[in-house]
Structure formats: C-alpha cells, structure tokens
C-alpha cells in the first residue's frame, strides 16, 4: 500500500501562484499513476490532473487546463500540483492519489481507479 502526505496548501490572492507536493512511500511508486483530486465545501470530490507512471502523458480538468500543472520526479517519489493564475473557485481540499492503471482521458477522472489517498492540503484563493 501506498502512503501519501500532502504539502504546500495555504491562503493566497486570485492570480497568485502555488505548488503543491505529494509525498509518497510504500509500494513502488514509479509504476503508479497519480492523480490530483479536489474537494470544496458542500460539493463532491472532483478530478484535477492525473500523470501516468512515466510522466509522458497527462490528463486535466477543463477548469484548469492551461493553469495548472502535474509533473512527477520518481528519484524523489514525489509527485507535485503547480498552480497558476489562481482563481476563488479553485478554494478546496486537494488530495493527491495513487492508482495502479492508467489508461489516459476521461478514465483517470474516476476516484475508483486510485487505491490510496492522501488527507488533503488546503488552498484558499481570495478575491
């Protein structure tokens, strides 16, 4: 099993910059994919970003494709959010999640394909 911990959350103004890291041990990372994933108060968990085991390929939300970034360094076992241009609507828990498939496109915005979970990292976004 997989253990992730999230980091690099926090308050900052609409147009700010932030990235955020997972940090992952447990099984061998360098083969899973890993996916952001985002919650705000009284919605449902929604897909972010998902990079596959190689880095080659990702996948985002139509929100903040253009705005943010998902990279991985496997050397580090860590995989890391960059968030750009930041907007209030962006205001929510970000957790970060390993899975053993990945296929691309819309299959990876399914939190069923991820086994394992982070606790979450805030980011709060004022106007």
């Known amino acids: 099993q997989v253990q992730l911990v999230e980091s690099g959350g926090g308050l900052v103004q609409a147009g700010d910059s932030l990235r955020l890291s997972c940090a992952a041990s447990?099984?061998?990372?360098?083969?899973?994919?890993m996916g952001w994933f985002r919650q705000a108060p009284g919605k449902q968990r929604e897909f972010v970003a998902a990079i596959s085991w190689s880095g080659d390929s990702t996948y985002y939300a139509d929100s903040v494709k253009g705005r943010f970034t998902i990279s991985r360094d496997n050397a580090k076992i860590t995989v890391y959010l960059q968030m750009s241009n930041l907007k209030p609507e962006d205001t929510a828990v970000y957790y970060c999640s390993s899975g053993r498939t990945y296929r691309g496109g819309a299959y990876q915005t399914r939190p069923s394909i991820y086994d394992a979970w982070g606790r979450g990292t805030q980011v709060t976004v004022s106007s």
């Open positions: 447990g099984r061998t990372f360098s083969t899973d994919a």
